[in-house]
């Protein structure tokens, strides 16, 4: 039996935070049914996205990213272009391309504000993996019929 495939694809900014969703996504999907990759930023996962989608391997692809306002560049502007462009792959390769792309109204890199959202992306992860193994089941009962 072949076992059904996942990518991950986390964005190495705010390592720290991120990386935590893959801790949790990997709670309810087995290490060896996931393939990890790395992006410089949040920008780089829809294209990377849309390579692996058309692929074929995956059954989803889910992305990671925390998209903080630096006070240098509109943040806004780049979440909301990730999140497009996520969709956009999804759609564009009939493979589903699920976000765990967050980005705080408040943020500041405290202590506090790190464990908080440390804690979210674990949260976040689990929830990927739900979101993932569900439409992998409901895609497949649609093709079986």
Request: with cysteine; aromatic share 8%.
């Amino acid at each position: 039996m072949t076992h059904t495939r996942y990518a991950f694809i986390k964005a190495n900014w705010n390592s720290d935070i991120v990386d935590r969703a893959l801790e949790g996504f990997l709670e309810l999907i087995p290490a060896d049914q996931v393939d990890v990759f790395d992006v410089p930023g949040a920008f780089e996962m829809p294209l990377i996205a849309r390579d692996l989608a058309q692929t074929g391997h995956y059954a989803a692809v889910a992305c990671a990213a925390f998209v903080v306002d630096g006070g240098i560049y509109r943040h806004d502007f780049v979440a909301q272009a990730v999140v497009d462009g996520l969709m956009r792959a999804s759609l564009d390769t009939g493979v589903p391309v699920l976000s765990v792309s967050l980005t705080p109204h408040q943020y500041q890199e405290t202590d506090h504000h790190n464990a908080i959202y440390r804690d979210h992306f674990v949260q976040k992860g689990r929830e990927a993996a739900t979101a993932a193994l569900n439409i992998t089941k409901t895609r497949q009962a649609i093709n079986a019929t």
